[in-house]
């Protein structure tokens, strides 16, 4: 058993899915994960083993077909599926977003309706916030949503979807006239459902090509093209217009965790690397690993290991608590995803020369961390949501 990242008080059935997980992970990812990277090809027979686990629906109520476990229980799984590829875990990071959401705030009919085949992984869920001219400025949208009758009609862009080809439904978020004019209570999230594929897979819909990227390969990262797009107004999340800011505020502290957790995945893996290289690669009469300049530098790798994963972990926990957790999630992100970079880089500067070259491991994980710094909020976002928390809990009197 690996020393670091481990987590004190889990229930015999989370230490079983763990366990189950990781062999998973050490036997049917890490052995592949390379040629499906380099090939940029989604990992259609690995979703495939998730689903088979049960994975798709970890959080899912059990009466709507699921686990029912917590967000800890998802968080560790996906430290340990981003050990193994970052990429896979992303395919199941908005999925579980937008099963959060629709769990939370969502009317009994779309629960319903969604859950149980979520759970089983036939419809997976894609999250829609971000356009092409923002971010992390959610009152900027653009992406109008008109109410004519019983339907809206939805014409806007949309950007940086994760599985936008790939999933069967998109958490969208946009622009209605219900609502207060003040910004942020104008915006409502719809439950858009479509066929898998790209180009225009609904009247209305176009999902284009996928985005190339520096790292992240194999899951699809896309756009998405509303020109007069129709959608029944019992699809809006909860059926209540004006909401949808806070829905996806909900839904993002979960994605934060899930950032943070992949961060911890990722660190976790560069480590493994670097250890064991380390002592295998000998100069001057002796494995690198002796030399004081290494060995302090694995020691400060796993200390930035376990420092993330153990605020990772106790942000996941307020969370399931029912606690507000929006300023340790953006902690934990924060710290997870920069000493992710930090780890990853130690790493790559331990296996020397090797390291540049993309036969090793390293390689790959040195254009899949800096993804971590901007997922869900950049680092300087983090550091805004941290201190604004600050601020309204040691308000000067």
Known sequence: MARLAQTAGLT???????ATVRGFVDKEVIPHAQALEHG??????????MKEMGLFGLTIPEEYGGLGESLLTY???????????????????T???????????????QKQHFLPRMATGDVRGAFSMSEPDLGSDVAAIK????????????????????????????ALLAKTDEGAPKAHQNLTAFLVEKPAGFGEVAP????PGKIDKMGYKGVDTTEAVFAGYEIAANRVLGEAPGKGFAQMMDGVEVGRVNVAARACGIAVRAFELAIDYAQ??????????????????????????EAAHLMMVNAARLKDSGARNDVEAGMAKLIASEY?????????????GYGYSKEYEIERLMREAPFLLIGEGTSEIQKTIISRGLLREYKSR
């Open 12 to 18: 015999d059935i989370q230490s079983e899915i763990l």
């Open 40 to 49: 940029d090809e989604y990992p259609s027979d690995i979703v495939e083993g």
């Open 75 to 93: 968080a560790l799984v996906v430290e340990e599926i981003a050990r193994g590829w970052m990429s896979v875990s992303g395919v199941i990071n």
């Open 95 to 109: 999925h579980f977003i937008v099963a959060h959401m629709i769990k939370q705030h969502g009317t009994e009919e």
């Open 143 to 170: 992406t109008k949503a008109k109410k004519d009758g019983d339907k809206y009609t939805i014409d806007g862009q949309k950007m940086w979807l994760t599985n936008g080809g790939t999933s069967t439904l998109i």
């Open 204 to 207: 209305g819909l176009t999902i």
């Open 280 to 305: 295998q690669r000998k100069t001057f009469g002796k494995a690198i690993a002796e030399h004081q300049a290494i060995a302090f530098k694995l020691a400060e790798m796993a200390t930035k290991v």
């Open 340 to 352: 992710c970079a930090e780890v990853t880089q130690d790493a790559f500067r331990i296996h020397g």
